[in-house]
């Protein structure tokens, strides 16, 4: 039995749905997987029966049906004449190829070749991030992750869709790919001469501006450096203190 390609295999089990898991199918159901998988093909201007009848021949050669013998299980009405039912064979087709167990991989993807299932999309991924290996062996360059995203994929979002997906969670990491995620700035005032290391947050605007006056008012101000946090967004910037001085002990 030789290897026919995916669309013709997901033609296939389209029928075998839309007749019921039937032995034989009829002329109207064959159709209509027709319709459901190449509706490009179907609802275009051209007679479609010729490419129809050609992927049936080629399940036949196939082993996976088998064609009416006799003339009178025949429809001479249509171009070309096309059968009025198809038997479906009881046997078990061959797995389409899994290209990527194939594929050579980076050592860095050497697990790729034992995933069990790959999207079409995924692959591409994969083939991606294995050319980056093999292109960037010895940069240790770190560099934000959007900007490494956009040096794999040519999009500064790739990188963050596919974190969380289980392949890249067990394999694979940021520090692998010499990146790291950045986090929101925001606004904030420096007062040098501050007896500690302290810090204060503040969610309101006209609150912000008077703390920055009042604590530059004194010969040795009280905090080192006032953040404006603009409401809730300080949840989701808060991290990056860290930039802003890695010596903070104390967040008010």
Excluded at 81 to 110: A, C, D, G, M
Excluded at 111 to 128: D, G, P, Y
Aim: proline residues 5%; hydrophobic residues 35%.
């Amino acid at each position: 039995m030789r290897i026919i390609d995916n669309r013709i295999l997901e033609f296939f089990d389209k029928k075998h749905e839309l007749s019921g898991n039937k032995v034989v199918v009829s002329k109207e159901k064959v159709i209509l997987a027709f319709e459901r998988v190449y509706s490009e093909l179907y609802y275009s201007n051209d007679n479609y029966f010729p490419q129809l009848l050609e992927i049936l021949n080629n399940l036949e050669k196939s082993s996976m049906i088998e064609l009416p013998k006799t003339e009178e299980n025949w429809d001479h009405n249509t171009l070309p004449q096309f059968p009025y039912w198809i038997k479906v064979k009881r046997t078990k087709r061959k797995s389409p190829p899994n290209p990527w167990k194939e594929f050579p991989w980076r050592k860095e993807l050497l697990w790729a070749s034992k995933l069990r299932n790959v999207r079409i999309k995924t692959f591409e991924v994969l083939k991606q991030l294995n050319e980056y290996f093999k292109n960037h062996e010895k940069d240790n360059v770190q560099m934000p992750i959007k900007e490494r995203s956009i040096q794999i994929f040519g999009e500064e979002k790739v990188l963050d869709r596919i974190l969380q997906r289980k392949w890249f969670k067990e394999n694979l990491s940021l520090d692998i790919l010499n990146c790291y995620k950045t986090h929101e700035p925001f606004p904030s005032k420096t007062f040098l001469g501050a007896k500690k290391d302290k810090v204060i947050i503040i969610e309101n605007r006209d609150t912000f501006d008077s703390f920055c006056k009042v604590n530059a008012s004194f010969e040795f101000p009280y905090y080192n450096h006032i953040i404006y946090g603009s409401g809730e967004r300080i949840r989701d910037t808060i991290l990056w203190i860290n930039n802003l001085d890695p010596n903070v002990k104390l967040i008010e």
